[in-house]
T-cell receptor
Framework: TQLLEQSPQFLSIQEGENLTVYCNSSSVFSSLQWYRQEPGEGPVLLVTVVTGGEVKKLKRLTFQFGDARKDSSLHITAAQPGDTGLYLCAGEGAGGTSYGKLTFGQGTILTVHP | ETGVTQSPTHLIKTRGQQVTLRCSSQSGHNTVSWYQQALGQGPQFIFQYYREEENGRGNFPPRFSGLQFPNYSSELNVNALELDDSALYLC????????????FGSGTQLSVL
């Protein structure tokens, strides 16, 4: 069974601060995705990382995939109240019956105060 | 707007009843996956349908079943509802079976009383 440990579970910060969310596993994933989810809505894909060591930037968000493809991080620079939401990491299994199925972390609830 | 639509948006059932949830996938997508998201948790994979065939199943009992139709829309059926089945049920569509580009619907919030 593949598991993804996401931390921290809750994060409450002031506008302008930086933050990092971590996603760790003992399993190798073929890809790792980050989603953002608003209350009452489905998760919305932010980014997919595929190659070990890959770094992707999306405005103030920086995503990194670990060299061994077992962990990932999301870093937000100068957080804004509009960044408030639930952030989820999800790994796609590496081949076999896990292909195409996502294993999600528990999520990080981020609150950015003005 | 992902193009994935789910119905109904909310549903209240009592323990022991049966429920059917529906999902229309995004145009051009032949793969539909269903996830259960309990309050305060990340989604959990229930099963996936690829070209009308079940293509993998998570750790859910047989009373969770599904269908995919020729137009690639899908249904999730749950029999003998239990209180713990209360959750947000999410449908996601993609093409070719990969989860790399997965588009989620807004979900069906099921409450079992």
């Amino acid at each position: 069974t593949q598991l993804l440990e996401q931390s921290p579970q809750f994060l409450s910060i002031q506008e302008g601060e930086n933050l990092t969310v971590y996603c760790n596993s003992s399993s190798v994933f073929s890809s790792l995705q980050w989603y953002r989810q608003e209350p009452g809505e489905g998760p919305v894909l932010l980014v997919t990382v595929v190659t070990g060591g890959e770094v992707k930037k999306l405005k103030r968000l920086t995503f990194q995939f670990g060299d061994a493809r077992k962990d990932s991080s999301l870093h937000i620079t100068a957080a804004q109240p509009g960044d408030t939401g639930l952030y989820l990491c999800a790994g796609e299994g590496a081949g076999g019956t896990s292909y195409g199925k996502l294993t999600f972390g528990q999520g990080t609830i981020l609150t950015v105060h003005p | 707007e992902t193009g994935v639509t789910q119905s109904p948006t909310h549903l209240i059932k009592t323990r022991g009843q049966q429920v059917t949830l529906r999902c229309s996938s995004q145009s051009g997508h032949n793969t539909v996956s269903w996830y259960q998201q309990a309050l305060g948790q990340g989604p959990q994979f229930i099963f996936q349908y690829y070209r009308e065939e079940e293509n993998g199943r998570g750790n859910f009992p047989p009373r969770f079943s599904g269908l995919q139709f020729p137009n690639y829309s899908s249904e999730l059926n749950v029999n003998a509802l239990e209180l713990d089945d209360s959750a947000l049920y999410l449908c996601a569509s993609s093409s070719g079976g990969t989860a790399e580009k997965l588009f989620f619907g807004s979900g069906t919030q099921l409450s079992v009383l």
